[in-house]
């Protein structure tokens, strides 16, 4: 059976790589989602990672503090995040570039889209961090944009929740599930997908988004193959 995309960028919450624990790192999760990421490197897939910043800074949550401080400051946690993963990834034999929005030549690459490109061709996953290098933007922003530029095939998008709902699940047992969305319809009806934005710009450049949950780290396998699980949000 083969896979159903070639270039891919998965999209992980920072809170999926806490398990458990809530905050920080839990090394045991991060093994487990790079096992699955070297399963589809070796089925020849070509992988690009974005990673977000929860686990340890929420920059929206800084009430009194100065909006670009707070969003700079989760910049700099999706790096952290982002070198735990390459860790983990080199640890199991798999090759990867770190490269970062803001530049830190000491431990990560400068992002530069056709370097990008060339490490995915040379069989290298890429793991892009901090953000856009804007305040103001989401790592939801940074996966869709990065995805336009490497002209990925889909945005698998894994979070704590396992699909789209109508309504927060864990706060709501009536929640209604969807299994296909528009872009439309998530914007339409404010839906928490992605954010806006990002919504957009994946409307825009015709790239399809798949909701998908991390409590069965399998589930990004399953994905790929093109098991029809969470919801799948494209045009019409």
């Not at 803001?102 to 061709?121: S, T």
């Not at 998008?157 to 309504?167: E, G, N, T």
């Not at 450049?205 to 494209?234: A, C, Q, R, S």
């Amino acid at each position: 059976m083969e896979p159903k995309y070639k270039r891919i960028i998965l999209k992980l919450s920072g809170e999926a790589l806490a398990g458990e624990n809530g905050f920080g790192i839990n090394e045991n999760v991060v093994m487990d989602i790079a096992r699955q990421i070297k399963k589809l490197k070796d089925m020849g897939l070509e992988i690009a990672l974005v990673v977000g910043g929860g686990n340890f800074w929420r920059g929206r949550s800084g009430k009194s503090m100065d909006r670009s401080t707070a969003d700079y400051m989760g910049m700099l946690a999706t790096v952290i995040n982002g070198l735990a993963l390459q860790d983990a990834l080199e640890s199991i034999g798999v090759m990867t570039r770190v490269q970062t929005a803001i530049e830190m030549r000491q431990i990560a690459e400068p992002y530069i889209k056709r370097k990008a490109v060339r490490h995915l061709e040379k069989d290298r996953v890429v793991i892009f961090s901090a953000g856009t290098g804007n305040p103001f933007f989401s790592t939801d922003t940074t996966a869709a944009l990065r995805a336009a530029e490497i002209e990925a095939e889909v945005i698998l998008l894994a979070k704590k929740v396992d699909a789209v709902y109508d309504s927060d699940p864990h706060e709501n047992p009536d929640a209604v599930k969807f299994d296909h969305l528009t872009y439309k319809e998530v914007l339409s009806k404010s839906l928490k997908v992605m954010d806006s934005t990002a919504t957009s710009l994946c409307m825009d450049n015709h790239i399809p988004i798949i909701v998908f949950g991390l409590d069965d780290p399998d589930n990004i396998y399953k994905v790929v193959m093109g098991e029809n699980i969470g919801t799948t949000v494209k045009e019409d």
